[in-house]
């Protein structure tokens, strides 16, 4: 029988779950405001992990917060050793995650389209 997550999904399901937690209830940074994770990649030699985040208030700047979470990445691979026992705990790389971003210009690209289409049959 097959199997049906690979090793380093389930391993990158943990560390997002982990990370999540301890940049909420750990990482004291005022610059950083609200992040959530939303995906990590883990390679598969499980040696880097590509940790994917979202910020949640939109004026908040990707560069500066990218810029802290790769400055915190020694302690929260740090912590993340003391929670998730590997033999190599990743390194961690942090990328935004644009997705949120392009799912609202397409909604307001849609909501334009009706809107106009609904003008155009009156």
Sequence with gaps: MAQEFSRTQRVGGQ???????IIQQE????????????AVEVSKDMT??????TLMN???????????????SGFLRRAL????????LPE???AYDSSLDEGTRVDALLKT???ESKGDEE
């Design 15 to 21: 560390i997002q779950r982990e990370l999540a937690q």
């Design 27 to 38: 990482l004291r940074d005022p610059r950083l405001g609200l992040v959530t994770i939303s």
């Design 48 to 53: 880097h992990a590509k940790v994917f985040v």
């Design 58 to 72: 939109p004026e908040q700047d990707v560069a500066e917060t990218l810029k802290v979470l790769k400055k915190a």
């Design 81 to 88: 050793g003391k929670r998730i026992v590997l033999r190599v």
């Design 92 to 94: 961690l790389h942090f």
């Design 113 to 115: 389209v009706a809107a």
